[in-house]
């Protein structure tokens, strides 16, 4: 899929105050301001027009504008987070969206749905069951695309937070995979990057026209997906990592 916009938000410095499951430490709020900078300039390197929110200091985790909604041609989804700070962070993402869409969907409560679990490959879309998806909110977003024409798979996660925190799509029938989804039924169509468990980190990388971007810091899945015959760039992410964020949720691409 060639990708010419992406929608990126700035982190405020509430950022700092957000929600996270890891034990990494506090954040550097000036070095996480610096990797966010370099990761618009890696989309821009891809070819890709780049809309820059500015940052609400009222939603914490805004900059993870992934999560409020889902985007196909046809239309965009709103989501209904599943975290109740982040709910309204769907407001701001819509509005944005009518720039760009004039058809939308909604995923309406008690269903819930994080944009993070939601990947596409081609014409399928693989949807996971999380602490912050649920079984109605998967089950209505599953009408919506089928619908529209599109093959949905729904599956409950075991041991990651988001389903691409552990698989990302890379494009030619290729997946970047961790933990669970090695040998997930799912996906075994598909051809795989094993990524070892010390760099389970980089399963969420993101393929953005003729490039990949990874996290920095994980050599041994960089070197497979390169030996893969994919183009690599490499941006830090440290202090996203902190707070359970990863490349995909950055950003909206379409």
Known sequence: MLFKQTIVKKPGK????GLTTSDLGE?????????????VKALKSCGVAVHELDPSEEFPDSC??????????EFAVITNPGADSRNKEIIEIEQVLKNYYDEFRYIQG????DGGDVMQIDKNFYIGISDRTN?????QLKKILEDAGYHVTITTLEEFFHLKTGITFLGDQTVVAAGEFINHPAFAEYKKIVVPAE?????NTIRVNDKVIVPSGFPETKQKIEEAGFNVVEVEMTEFQKHDGGLSCLSLRF
């Open 64 to 73: 993870f504008v992934e999560d409020a909604a889902v985007v196909v041609p």
């Open 135 to 139: 079984q109605e909110g998967a089950d």
């Open 14 to 17: 509430s950022y700092l105050n």
């Open 27 to 39: 954040p550097n709020f000036e070095e996480l301001l610096q990797q966010h900078e370099e990761y």
């Open 199 to 203: 760099e389970e980190y980089t399963a």
């Open 110 to 113: 008690p269903g819930t749905l």
